[in-house]
């Protein structure tokens, strides 16, 4: 069957040019469906935008039936991730049809999972998923550990600053807000310590955050050198 | 004896149940901590926390108890560092029964040791240890360098910037705040250079930071390659 | 042909002279064009740097002129990499002569053009080239992971912020922005979440966040310490 | 000579003693100094902190006048590194003395370089210096690199944004400091783009501004992996 190999293969021109296009149009639909968002959009360009997500969708419909089509086990593949994954890119288009024109923009948040169709045509993601997985116990020990600071700092900022910064420091959970934003180094300058304890403390947290960053760069380095020391023997 | 397996080992089903039923009830309590700081609660919410904490506490009482009871040298444990953390875990509660309430809060503090307790599960805790051990003479001398950088800095920008912002930069203290948020790259945005030569010594102590990011994660990340690569031979 | 030896070698006397007052002349180019944008200059400095422009282009030009004289094929020259950079260096200053002033300022923006000609005389440069090389399949998919990362936060912190701040978070692409500057851990503050939901979508994404930073970190340390290597055997 | 072999050694327990001596009473005149700078302090701290200066000086001076005394080559101590150093400890003290008060403030810095004299001590900075000295070549090769990063982003962002913001991005100069607070992620926030295309530009900036973080991250994480290797062969 010359159309199964069209889809599933990558190893002909016409492989290689369905794939290109398909590619192409996942794109297409996210930059119209970021620009939709845009407030005061011209009646032309809302007119256009709905005509790309028309003609987007029927290919991908399209798409899909040929997927299922090909399929040598048909149920197989659409219970499959990338099956399900294909189904929900196009179906919250033909649902909002018919209910209110609200509940579209939550619904259509599930267009994005036709970004993750791309995984399919990448061969390199499996290098990545490789490394990650020889770190994957050291990694989740780091984030165990990254809860535990992220909470003693969340705790202790709260009793250095809650009486002098009431609105700010409101509980635990906004600190926990707090913390995030200063151990990852982001420091939007919404909210900060101004008592001399609260200073103190930020100081000791924000010198230990520098080794909550350290920690999953050295893991990712290490084991990014192994894979690529593997691969070469 | 029974009982002692189940609460000192991990190698029974009856003893992961204890072990994970622990745990749980530790994460349990904290979030109920945390969610008592949340201001303005209704009578309902503080009086489910309040039942909360009396179960929590009361598992954790007899959970001291048996550890007491199991031990082979009583005295030892009690004495040991996860005997005491065990004790201070639940001393709070009952000690705060009688005295005045404001004193409380601060007591409560010391219900987050009920937290290191988790270490006791970890046995993958013991890997980033090692780690970390390999590389303390390096990462003390990072500490005196960090040290003296954050020192020069502030002293450097304090006869910068005092005459031009009194206010904000008040005093070499004032200044090491702004030279740790600076050198983490925080970057709160409370405290900035206004004058030129300010801005310049900034821009020269900004590069060296990072440096200050660039040694701990080398460090760990050098630390971490080596430990992987030994538990491999 | 002596000529020749001075301006295309650098293994002479004069051939090393020739390049330093070369490299000298582009910083004090550069320089001169900066000290240009301050507003409000005097008039002696204004024909100061008129001065400089004059001589510098002049220089410039007497070399262009010399590159072509003494190549073996001037054709290729012309038309090779440095030599339409050369060219482009020097032609704003004479284009710009006859046509208004206004345009002057877009035009004078190839001058910076100058500055890729001091890669000619770094042999190091080589080095670091290799080092890119050796990781660009990694780069790329970092770059396209990096990708995918930046737009599912920007959507999904327009579904979040846009409510509550429609103002600051208006459309997809402004969120772009904010996740660029959140990502990259800047953290300039004039974009920040304020709802809950926002908030601990950030914190996820800048959790996540750290990874994105790790990754090349992690690339670049392994193509370096690869590069290190094989020089050494 | 008992004197000579307790200045100038370590192993004897009255040489650690004044080596511990002389480390703690630099610590305690860099305290008092930083003290010194709080606005508003009583006339007993002052008249505390004279009293401190006094007698650390005193001592200062006497271990000054013991190393000339002990030296073989009196004239090479005076002139060398640590003799300066230990010199300009002292000077500002007794220069100050005659002069009007004014000027004592800037003089005063010079109290800083007793800091140094911390170095002499350790011998662990051998070690850094080494790892330094391994990558000084790619450390250089980067400083020029980030310099062409530095000058092209400033150069963007004027042409992006000195017509929407004039007061904040008023020259190259101006932007050089935006783009140093940028590119090492501090990102204060007294400066960010507002125009598209100012942020479209700082967008690819900061994205290659991980890459000027994680090349000297890399770069110190290989060099110190290599000396941690060769001391233990």
């Known amino acids: 069957m010359q159309l199964k190999r069209i889809i599933e293969e990558n190893d002909t021109i016409a492989g290689k040019v ?35 997500e028309v003609a987007t969708v029927s290919v991908f419909t399209l798409e899909y039936l040929c997927r299922v089509y090909v399929a040598d086990n048909k149920l197989r593949f659409i219970f ?9 890119a ?28 791309m995984f399919r045509y990448s061969r390199a993601i499996q290098r990545l998923k490789q490394a990650f997985l020889t770190i994957k116990e050291e990694l989740i020990l780091f984030l165990i550990a990254a809860g535990f600071l992220l909470y003693i700092s969340s705790v202790g900022i709260y009793y250095f600053e809650n009486n002098a910064q009431p609105e700010q420091f409101k509980s635990i959970f906004h600190c926990l807000w707090w913390a995030i934003v200063t151990l990852t180094t982001v420091g939007y300058g919404d909210m900060y310590p101004i008592t001399t304890g609260g200073k103190i403390f930020t100081s000791i947290v924000a010198v230990i955050g520098i080794g909550v960053v350290a920690v999953p760069t050295g893991l990712v380095a290490s084991a990014l050198t192994k894979v690529i020391k593997n691969e070469e023997n």
Chains 1, 2, 3, 4 share one sequence.
């Open 18 to 52: 369905f794939d290109l296009t398909i590619q192409f149009l996942i794109i297409v639909s996210l930059i119209s469906f970021s620009v939709e968002t845009i407030p005061g959009l011209s009646e032309t360009t809302t007119q256009f935008l709905k005509l790309i």
């Open 80 to 88: 499959s991730f990338f099956g399900i994954i294909d189904l929900l």
């Open 90 to 117: 196009i179906l919250p288009f033909y649902i909002a049809r018919g209910i209110d024109l609200r509940s579209i923009r939550i619904v259509r948040l599930f267009r994005l999972f036709r970004m993750f169709k």
